[in-house]
């Protein structure tokens, strides 16, 4: 049963356009949401997160946005850059209600072409 | 430098030969965790534990086994590895849950 799923193996992109990457969860335990970048050869780095107390988060060119209602996140990129191009991974996890998992989805290829 | 360090980073064995992943953090975290990843599967998580001598199991963790006798290390160890076993491996390390996960740059095995 996949809790957080990512539905777009692969996004293309234009330099400079906005990149949209998508993140949709079923378990409404979840309060706490991250996205991570990975590049090949290298683990995963963190990007942003965001608690379910806000519904935006937002840091330099990246910002998430968390719909509850809806249990959807997503992470915005703007304006998309080359070294943006790297595999995207959302997390969720539950820490108010104690659940000490951090649950992954299936990740997103985002390619930004120049 | 703040890093979680594993090692190492590739391993070839055989099945059955039990192996030892290390991780290490220098970031008095008290969270650690081991995560799978696969193919179409993303990150699974395979044990994780909360501080030292608290270890508890992730969603799968059928043929691992962890140890956290001190806080900063967090080995990963297989005591009969097997193919199916073959993935890359990251360990990760957070001030707590609900912050952020710091990872390793991962192992790669490969069981034949």
């Known amino acids: 049963d996949q809790q957080v799923k990512q539905n777009s193996p692969s996004l293309s992109v234009q330099e400079g356009r906005i990149s949209i990457l998508n993140c949709d969860y079923t378990?409404?335990?979840?309060?706490?949401f991250l996205w991570y970048k990975k590049y090949p050869a290298e683990g995963p780095t963190f990007l942003i997160s965001?608690?379910?107390?806000?519904d935006k988060n937002e840091d330099g060119r990246f910002t998430v946005f968390l719909n509850k209602s809806a249990k959807h996140l997503s992470l915005h990129i703007v304006p998309s850059q080359p070294g943006d191009s790297a595999v995207y991974f959302c997390?969720?996890?539950?820490?108010?209600?104690?659940?000490?998992?951090?649950?992954f989805g299936t990740g997103t290829r985002l390619k930004v072409l120049a | 430098e703040a890093q979680v360090t594993q090692n190492p980073r590739y391993l070839i064995t055989v099945t059955g030969k039990k192996l030892t992943v290390t991780c290490s953090q220098n970031?008095?975290?008290?969270?650690m965790s081991w995560y799978r990843q696969d193919p179409g599967l993303g990150l699974r998580q395979i044990y994780y534990?909360?501080?030292?001598?608290?270890?508890d199991k992730g969603d799968v963790p059928e043929g691992y086994k962890v140890s956290r006798k001190e806080k900063r290390n967090f080995p990963l160890i297989l005591e009969s590895p097997s193919p199916n076993q073959t993935s890359l491996y990251f360990c990760?390390?957070?001030?707590?849950?609900?912050?952020?996960?710091?990872f390793g740059n991962g192992t790669r095995l490969t069981v034949t």
């Open positions: 990760a390390s957070s001030f707590l849950v609900g912050s952020p996960l710091h």
């Open positions: 378990n409404s335990m979840f309060d706490y």
């Open positions: 965001i608690s379910s107390i806000k």
């Open positions: 997390a969720a996890s539950a820490p108010t209600s104690g659940t000490y998992k951090y649950i």
């Open positions: 970031m008095n975290h008290e969270y």
């Open positions: 534990s909360m501080n030292v001598e608290v270890t």
